[in-house]
T-cell receptor
Framework: EPEVTQTPSHQVTQMGQEVILRCVPISNHLYFYWYRQILGQKVEFLVSFYNNEISEKSEIFDDQFSVERPDGSNFTLKIRSTKLEDSAMYFC??????????FGPGTRLTVL | AQKVTQAQTEISVVEKEDVTLDCVYETRDTTYYLFWYKQPPSGELVFLIRRNSFDEQNEISGRYSWNFQKSTSSFNFTITASQVVDSAVYFCALSEAQEMTGANSKLTFGKGITLSVRP
């Protein structure tokens, strides 16, 4: 069964460093999303991406964040200068359209 | 603005008990979708069900059943004869259809309910 994959599973970085989280969505899906979940809290929407551009973003998704689909398979989230409060689980999701969003296993980001 | 409220934070039951997880939502849209996701201790988000706003039929899938009532803006989830493997955090979520892209908009999640099933 096709699934969304994410790498790495765990990333540890120093405050101020740049990180890139990678996702491979399900191959025939056209809509891509990033969410984050701070430990013990609810899942929060960051950004959605369609047709090579951002279709919606939350107020969390400030200038420090960017997304890219560099090729036909990867979908990346970049955090330019990480802060302690960026420590969270980051989930990538994809969907065909009005169907459900399928989530990847997540990348746990720890900022020291 | 859309909002999902899961008033219960933690529920603990003994195996084989039935348990109902409550979800109340707010939206101004007439077309929207409701979801339940399960997050086991391993951390991934597992899709359980999706309902659209025009389909109020209750659904049953094995030990799981869902009760969607537009009149009370609720989408409750019942696990019958609970098992230890049901122990997880359960999230209710809402999305509104985006006419521009033809897709669901962002998922808005509730805070989640931690269910513990004791043997």
């Amino acid at each position: 069964e096709p699934e969304v994959t994410q790498t790495p599973s765990h990333q540890v970085t120093q405050m101020g460093q740049e990180v890139i989280l990678r996702c491979v969505p399900i191959s025939n899906h056209l809509y891509f999303y990033w969410y984050r979940q701070i430990l013990g809290q609810k899942v929060e929407f960051l950004v959605s991406f369609y047709n090579n551009e951002i279709s919606e973003k939350s107020e969390i998704f400030d200038d420090q964040f960017s997304v890219e689909r560099p090729d036909g398979s990867n979908f990346t989230l970049k955090i330019r200068s990480t802060k302690l409060e960026d420590s969270a689980m980051y989930f990538c999701a994809s969907s065909e359209g009005l169907e459900e969003q399928f989530f990847g296993p997540g990348t746990r980001l720890t900022v020291l | 603005a859309q909002k999902v409220t899961q008033a219960q934070t933690e529920i603990s039951v003994v195996e084989k008990e039935d348990v109902t997880l409550d979800c109340v939502y707010e939206t101004r849209d007439t077309t929207y979708y409701l979801f339940w996701y399960k997050q086991p201790p391993s951390g991934e988000l597992v899709f359980l069900i999706r309902r659209n706003s025009f389909d109020e039929q209750n659904e049953i899938s094995g030990r799981y059943s869902w009760n969607f009532q537009k009149s009370t803006s609720s989408f409750n989830f019942t696990i019958t004869a609970s098992q230890v493997v049901d122990s997880a955090v359960y999230f209710c979520a809402l999305s509104e259809a985006q006419e521009m892209t033809g897709a669901n908009s962002k998922l808005t999640f509730g805070k989640g309910i931690t269910l513990s099933v004791r043997p």
